[in-house]
C-alpha cells in the first residue's frame, strides 16, 4: 500500500529555517500532484505548496517568497524548504498526494513545526 513518511520538523526562533521532507512508497499513480498542508490547533487545514507531475508549482499566499517545495524523482521524495519562519507557521505539516485530477486521498502522518 502506498506510504508517505515525513520528516525534518522542529523548534526554531522566528526567523529561522527547516526542511521538512516526504517519502513516498508504492505511489499508486504514473501523473501525480505532491502537497503540503499544514493545520494547527482550531484552525481549518491549509494548503500550503504543491507541485504537479508538470513540475509547476503553487503556494498559499502566506508562504510565497518564503517557502519552496521540490521534488527528487529518483529518491521519491518532496521537500518543503523553509525560510524566515514566523510563530504563525507554527503547525503540523503533513504531505499527501493524489492523482492529477482527483482530491488529496493518500496521505503521511505529519511533522511538527514550532516556530517561537
Known amino acids: 500500500h502506498v506510504q508517505l513518511v515525513e520528516s525534518g520538523g522542529g523548534s526554531v526562533q522566528t526567523g529561522g529555517h527547516l526542511r521538512p521532507s516526504c517519502v513516498v512508497s508504492r505511489h499508486p499513480y504514473s501523473k501525480y500532484c505532491m502537497g503540503w498542508f499544514r493545520q494547527a490547533p482550531g484552525k481549518e487545514r491549509e494548503l500550503v505548496a504543491r507541485?504537479?507531475?508538470?513540475?509547476?508549482?503553487t503556494y498559499a499566499d502566506s508562504v510565497k517568497g518564503r517557502f519552496t517545495i521540490s521534488k527528487d524523482n529518483a529518491e521519491n521524495t518532496v521537500y518543503l524548504q523553509m525560510t524566515s519562519l514566523k510563530p504563525e507557521d507554527t503547525a503540523m505539516y503533513l504531505c499527501?498526494?493524489?492523482?492529477?485530477?482527483?482530491?488529496?486521498?493518500?496521505w503521511g502522518q505529519g511533522t511538527q513545526v514550532t516556530v517561537s
Open positions: 499527501a498526494t493524489r492523482a492529477s485530477r482527483g482530491t488529496y486521498n493518500y
Open positions: 507541485i504537479g507531475s508538470d513540475g509547476v508549482k
